[in-house]
Structure formats: C-alpha cells, structure tokens
C-alpha cells in the first residue's frame, strides 16, 4: 500500500512535494489505512470521524496535498485562478480565469483542457482530473501529466481514491 501511495502521490505532485514529503504522507496514509483507530489515538490533533465520506487514510492524502497541488473551487474560474497562480508568474497562459467567468461548466473545463494539455509537450501535456469525493467545494481536482493518466488511475482502483479524467467525467455526467 505505501509503494502505491509513494508513487501516486509522485505523479500527482508533478514536483511541486519533495521526497521526503510524499513519504510522510504516504507513510502516514498508509498508517491510517491499515489501523484507523490507532491512527486517530496516536495523532488526537486529526480532525476525522466516521461521518467523513472517505476512508481515514485517503483524507490523509487529500488533506496533506499543498494548494499548489490539490485544486478546490466553486467556479471553474477559481479553480483556474488557482492553477495558473500554481505555475508561477514565469509560465504565460494564453486563456486568463476571467475569460471563465460566464461560461458553462463544459466549456469551461474544455478550454481549460485545451489550454494546459498544449503545455508540457514532452510528458503528454497535462489532464486534469478530478479526485477523491468532494468535501467541501463543488470541484476538487489534480493535475497530471497526460502521459501518466493510465498509471495514476491504476493507482487510485489500487488504493481506493476515487479519479477521473476531468473533462470526460463532466461529459458523462451531461450525457453529452
């Protein structure tokens, strides 16, 4: 189980965690899954009950994820804002959160797909993807290089986090 975290979390993070941060993280979700209970006894700070829709160790991962890794929004042009805010003021976006701001969700997320899967070229572009259950924002999402997407979702069935290509999920669920 914690091989699979180490390495989801890798792939997520895109270089945004250290090392030896994804292996804390993974080394105390990993903890958490194993022995719920015990976790909670050990670390009596975590602010978890059995009323959270996920497992106690899949709210570790989501919940030790920086901002600049894990995106959660209401709006399609927050969750934007925060992305390119992500990268830094050294990477130039062609689309701007604004340009979002009285679109519908599918086009939306569209041009957003379109605009970050053109960035990146050597590692596929990126995907977003949405993951884990939503906790307390209306979207909650990951960037991952395109060329990782298979592997990453593998990872999530393995380990039991829920994910999904972004874009094709919304458009599923539009039946579009």
Known sequence: MKAALVELISKISSGCMADDEIQRVADEAAQAYADAGGFLAANPDINYDDTFPIPLGEWVVVGSLPQTVLFQADTYMDLF????????????????????????????????????????????????????????????????????????????????????????????????
Request: proline share 4%; hydrophobic share 50%.
């Open 81 to 176: 804002a925060q992305i390119v805010a992500s990268f830094g003021p050294g990477v130039a976006f062609n689309l701007k959160p604004k340009q979002l701001a009285k679109t519908e969700a599918l086009t939306a997320l569209n041009r957003m797909q379109i605009q970050l899967a053109a960035m990146n070229p050597e590692n596929g572009g990126y995907v977003l993807m949405n993951f884990s259950q939503l906790l307390d924002d209306e979207l909650q999402m990951v960037l991952v290089y395109g060329n990782d997407v298979q592997r990453v979702l593998a990872l999530c069935a393995q380990v039991g986090i829920s994910a999904a290509p972004a874009l094709e999920a919304l458009k599923v669920a539009i039946h579009v």
